[in-house]
């Protein structure tokens, strides 16, 4: 959760950048627990309003794995996913999600939905919630501040 706090801070200190995107990181490793692949949010620097962290993470580590299917894999995000990103996060086969703050507005892991445990879904991944939440909250208030 520690690197995943600093992707989405831009980094180190030293390569922070400016930008109006919400600091969320994210960061998806393999199963022996190597970095696949990281980003931050990029919907404001690219225009795109699918350019969540998660979906830019789980893109990466599908194209670095060379498929799309990232079973064993683990997501680690420092907000709790939205449903746009539950749902890719499950489609994509994502075996355990890690995340640090709760988004009681518009989180699908356990806060508004939860998107990841429902039972109609051919495919359920485990849930770590809260890891960090503290800081990762922090994080993102000092931003909105």
Same mark, same amino acid.
């Given at each position: ?11 180190? #200190?030293?390569?922070?950048? $400016? ?6 990181? &994210?960061? =998806?490793? $393999?199963?022996? %627990? ?13 225009? $795109? #309003? @699918? &350019? ?10 599908? &194209? ?13 995000? @420092?907000?709790? #996913? ?7 996060? *499950? ?15 518009? %989180?699908? *892991? %356990?806060?508004?939905?939860? =998107? ?8 359920? #991944? &485990? =849930?770590?919630?809260? *890891?960090?939440? $503290? ?11």
């Amino acid at each position: 959760m520690r690197h995943a706090l600093s992707v989405a801070a831009g980094g180190s #200190p030293a390569d922070a950048f $400016d930008t109006a995107d919400v600091p969320v990181g &994210a960061v =998806v490793y $393999d199963p022996a %627990g190597v970095e696949l692949a990281a980003a931050r949010n990029e919907r404001e620097s690219t225009g $795109d #309003p @699918t &350019a969540h962290a998660e979906i830019l993470a789980l893109r990466r580590a599908a &194209a670095r794995r060379g498929q799309w299917r990232l079973d064993g894999c683990t997501l680690v995000v @420092t907000l709790e #996913p939205c449903t746009m990103c539950a749902g890719a996060l *499950v489609l994509a086969r994502i075996s355990t999600v890690v995340f640090g703050a709760w988004e009681p507005k518009t %989180g699908a *892991v %356990g806060s508004l939905w939860d =998107v990841v445990r429902d039972r109609r879904l051919n495919h359920r #991944p &485990a =849930v770590y919630g809260g *890891v960090l939440a $503290d800081e990762c909250a922090a994080a993102l208030r000092a931003f909105f501040r």
